[in-house]
């Protein structure tokens, strides 16, 4: 299960997706297609799996993916400029999950933030809250958030569409109340 958030990520993981011998399911997100720049080329030759680091830092560990990933980088910047140094974990790929990169970085850290486009509760954003507090509760010296999308349809007119997805201001205001926790 692929989610790519950048040009170069896509044709990296579509390339491994049609080597790969399994059913492999691909999300590609339509805003990405005018928002993003860069060279789409794939190769077969990489592994399907893990994540990468996007931005080091040591406050606390933001994981996301697909589109939502700009918007973690761009709060991530935002903080810093208050003393809040995040490290920003783009996932790329949801399922096999490099949980050995993501329980790294929260130790490193011990606060997590999931920022995703998708609803809060029944998804990814939720699983992911879901074990990194069960398996990396004695690590963590907050509890783990998410940001995502309004619980509702993604509505067609864009100011309604702004106002459902992920906002960089509700991301930066979940990050503080971790780091501050």
Same mark, same amino acid.
């Given at each position: 299960m692929?989610?790519p958030?950048?040009a170069?990520?896509?044709?990296?993981?579509?390339?491994?997706?049609i080597?790969?011998?399994?059913?492999v399911m691909?999300?590609?997100q339509?805003?990405?297609?005018t928002?993003v720049?860069g060279s789409?080329t794939y190769?077969?030759?990489?592994?399907?799996?893990?994540?990468?680091v996007?931005?080091? /830092?040591?406050?606390v560990?933001?994981?996301?993916?697909?589109a939502?990933?700009?918007l973690?980088l761009?709060?991530?910047?935002?903080l810093?400029?208050?003393g809040?140094?995040?490290?920003?974990?783009?996932?790329?790929?949801?399922?096999?999950?490099?949980?050995?990169?993501?329980?790294a970085?929260?130790?490193?850290?011990?606060?997590?933030v999931?920022v995703?486009?998708d609803y809060?509760?029944?998804g990814?954003?939720a699983?992911?809250?879901?074990?990194v507090?069960?398996?990396?509760?004695t690590?963590?010296?907050?509890p783990?958030?998410?940001? /995502?999308?309004?619980?509702?349809?993604?509505?067609?007119s864009p100011?309604?569409?702004?106002?459902?997805?992920?906002?960089?201001e509700?991301?930066?205001?979940?990050?503080r109340?971790?780091?501050?926790?």
């Amino acid at each position: 299960m692929c989610a790519p958030a950048t040009a170069e990520d896509a044709g990296l993981l579509l390339g491994a997706a049609i080597a790969d011998p399994n059913p492999v399911m691909f999300f590609e997100q339509k805003s990405l297609y005018t928002k993003v720049k860069g060279s789409l080329t794939y190769t077969a030759d990489k592994p399907l799996f893990g994540a990468v680091v996007r931005r080091h /830092g040591g406050d606390v560990t933001i994981l996301s993916y697909g589109a939502a990933l700009h918007l973690a980088l761009e709060a991530a910047d935002t903080l810093a400029s208050e003393g809040i140094d995040c490290e920003v974990i783009d996932l790329r790929v949801l399922c096999p999950l490099d949980w050995e990169m993501l329980a790294a970085s929260v130790r490193k850290t011990s606060r997590c933030v999931v920022v995703h486009e998708d609803y809060p509760d029944y998804g990814v954003g939720a699983e992911l809250t879901a074990r990194v507090a069960f398996q990396l509760f004695t690590d963590l010296d907050a509890p783990p958030a998410r940001v /995502g999308s309004c619980f509702w349809p993604i509505p067609f007119s864009p100011p309604l569409e702004d106002e459902t997805l992920p906002s960089v201001e509700r991301a930066t205001d979940a990050i503080r109340r971790v780091a501050r926790f």
